[in-house]
């Protein structure tokens, strides 16, 4: 009896013990992906030797609660503690944030190298330093340089504490000894845990450096900025999981060769998302812009062909930009170029083929090559109708008006759709001189003094507008 129960007893701690065998995979150190296996290539980002041995142990711990002690509130009985807010110091800032910075509040920036991230961070900073303790991290650049930038600038930094390191056991120490209230890391690709295997930028890095500086601000109630590289396809480098983790995820957008910025709101927790602030690179660094058109009306005012004004809405405010066309006897038979540069490819061709079956202008034997001045990209479907005016005029030779604006999305059918908010693009349009719109003859009620509203019902009724005869081809 004694030897069957010591027989029962070894197999039971034999059991334990198979059950507590640590069990070893493989991690990607570019993307995160895990497999038992080693490979010398990964499956899903294609990098080389990236894989990298972990050990985790199995346990059966099991966690019970009991379900009487969890507590349920209704949302009408809910206290919440309201928001503070502190202004940034610049207006067109604020207004992308939603009314200025919220404490606690943490904001992933990402932009193309160039863009002006760090120059209007170290702005910020200089404007809050005034009455709040900032801190500003750099794991890219040595505090000399961010000195030479900030007298570049014009900026004092008298009370701006500068730390320049890539350690984040470092930042995490510094930021609990200085306690600042508003936090600026640049950029989060280059701060990496010590006690980890990975590289600096991988993904793992990336996720864990996150997770700590958000749960130090949420801890500390610190205002917290993190600067984001993008991606060759135009997205923040890294787990898609950090725009969800953050409260806010900032996009400075624009060319580097026009003096043109826009920061736009792709995600905002504490206001409006896609709001957009404008913005004048200059050698002071970026100064907000009222009144944009200028800047962006890339044509004298003797207007050519092939240009049209266009009155978008980007976040929640209007924004005149012009289309320009280049329509031209295309040299390759049969395989002509169709290049698009701030409007959608997709959509352009789209257009393209309705105004062909529509209105029986022919474009199959022409190159078509269309841009929106300034560098910008717009997503408004509303540009449908400048578009097909701007390729038109091009085509024929013909002269838009220069006090003409058009507005409306059109459908595969030829109709010419009402766009939303189209008061707020009509009071733009006359702010700037503009005196005739073109757009959906659906639309009611709006009546403007000293602005005539054209209704086109159907792209067909362009060929009236431009004086085009009816011979197809």
């Known amino acids: 009896m004694k030897i069957e129960e010591k027989g029962r007893n ?15 995979y493989f991690v990607c150190s570019e993307c995160g992906f895990k497999t038992t296996k080693w490979a010398g290539r990964c499956p899903q980002c294609g990098a080389w030797n990236s894989f990298v041995e972990k050990k985790e142990e199995k346990t059966n711990k099991i966690l019970k609660r009991d379900i009487e002690e969890i507590e349920i509130s209704s949302l009408f009985s809910v206290k919440h503690k309201k928001e503070i807010r502190f202004s940034s110091g610049i207006s067109e800032f604020d207004r992308v944030l939603g009314g200025g910075l919220v404490r606690g509040e ?23 330093s005034s009455t709040k303790k900032v801190l500003y991290v750099s794991g890219e650049e040595s505090i000399g340089q961010i000195k030479l930038r ?3 600038l014009g900026l004092k930094g008298e009370n701006i504490l500068i730390l320049s390191t890539n350690s984040v056991e470092e930042i995490l120490a510094i930021v609990e000894k200085t306690e600042p209230e508003l936090l600026i890391v640049d950029s989060i690709q280059t701060i990496f845990f010590e006690s980890m295997n990975f590289s600096a930028g991988s993904v793992a890095q990336i996720r864990e450096v996150a997770s700590k500086l958000i749960e130090i601000s949420k801890k500390n109630e610190i205002t917290t900025f993190i600067i984001g590289h993008i991606t060759k396809g135009g997205e923040i480098a890294g787990p898609k999981i950090l725009e969800h983790l953050v409260d806010a995820v900032l ?18 927790r504490f206001g409006a ?3 957009i602030g404008l913005f004048e690179i200059t050698s002071k660094g970026l100064i907000p812009l009222d009144d944009p058109f200028n800047l962006w009306n890339g044509e ?24 320009q066309s280049l329509v031209t006897k295309s040299p390759f038979m049969g395989n002509p170029r169709r290049m698009f540069a701030g409007v959608d490819r997709n959509r352009a061709t789209m257009l393209i083929a309705v105004m062909e079956k529509k209105i029986g202008i022919k474009f199959y034997e022409d190159d078509v090559f269309v841009k929106v001045s300034g560098g910008l990209t717009i997503q408004d479907p509303a540009i449908d109708l400048a578009l097909a005016s701007s390729l038109i005029s091009s085509k024929t030779g013909i002269k838009i008006d220069k006090d003409s604006i058009f507005i409306g999305e059109i459908s595969l059918g030829g109709k010419v759709m009402p766009p939303f908010m189209l008061e707020a693009r009509v009071s733009e349009a006359k702010k700037f001189g503009f005196k005739n719109i073109y ?31 009816n011979k197809r081809g």
């Open 150 to 152: 900030a007298e570049r």
């Open 300 to 323: 004298s005012k003797e207007r050519e062909s092939g240009i049209s004004i266009f009155a978008a809405i980007e976040g929640s405010r209007p924004l005149l930009v012009e289309i």
């Open 251 to 268: 996009y400075f957008e624009g060319d580097r060769f026009h003096q043109g910025r826009i920061l736009r709101a792709i995600k905002n």
């Open 439 to 469: 757009t959906s003859d659906m639309i009611k009620g709006i009546e403007k003094k000293g602005i005539n509203i054209h209704k086109v019902g159907n792209i067909n009724q362009l060929k009236i507008i431009f004086n085009i005869n």
């Open 106 to 128: 943490v904001i992933l920036l990402g932009g193309e190298p160039g863009i002006g991230k760090s120059t209007i961070l170290l702005q910020v900073a200089e404007k809050v």
């Open 273 to 275: 998302s896609f709001e």
């Open 10 to 24: 070894s197999f039971s701690e034999l059991a334990i013990l198979i059950k507590m065998k640590e069990k070893k």
